[in-house]
């Protein structure tokens, strides 16, 4: 297995949960790691901030930068971007992570929390990518691995929560999307 040692993953949604499991994993290789997520203060009903993430990470033996970035926000999204650039000298990977969830059917899922599980799941992790590219196309072996499920049709994932399934189902698609559009510039994109 090749080592993180001195690469840079711009990880969303790191302060907690599978990003965080992900950042501290790349850590213990030695890795740069930026913490992008949303939140700066503890709250008590999630536990974990990028604060707590980045201290996390360096005691396992990475290097952290922790930025608030809300991926819904354009100018937030390329001043992360930039500022893992300033620190890090690039980014070598993209982890996009950061999801919103609400397992409830079509009746039940307000247009508040459709809109905002499409404007993370799928405009989040596209504007990620947008705004890294330009980094990882100067990177020795880049990737970016988005955090989404395999295109199964079977009705059973639409049938009791058909907006979430589907805002994941467009971060899959995202991701074969950019395998095959950045094949050519030697830019890697899959799915876990």
């Known amino acids: 297995m090749p080592s993180l040692k001195s690469k840079t993953l711009f990880i969303t949604g790191a302060s907690r949960g599978i990003g965080k499991a992900i950042a501290l994993r790349a850590a213990r290789d030695g890795a740069n790691i930026v913490v992008a ?113 395999p295109l199964d049709m079977n009705p059973k994932w639409f049938a009791r929560h058909a907006a979430y399934t589907t805002s994941k189902y467009a971060m899959s698609m995202l991701s074969r999307g950019l395998a095959e559009e950045l094949r050519g510039r030697g830019i890697a994109s899959n799915s876990l």
């Open 37 to 149: 997520a949303k939140t700066a203060t503890p709250d008590p009903r999630l536990p974990g901030t990028i604060h707590s993430a980045a201290e996390e990470i360096v005691a396992a033996g990475g290097q952290a930068l922790a930025v608030v970035v809300d991926v819904r926000d354009e100018a937030q999204v390329r001043a992360a971007v930039d500022a893992a650039v300033a620190r890090f000298g690039g980014i070598d990977i993209l982890v996009n992570n950061a999801s919103a969830i609400h397992l409830e059917t079509v009746e039940r899922t307000p247009m508040k929390r459709y809109d905002l599980m499409f404007e993370i799941n799928a405009r989040g992790s596209y504007l990620c990518a947008q705004a890294c590219l330009p980094h990882l196309e100067k990177a020795a072996n880049p990737h970016i691995l988005t955090l989404s499920p």
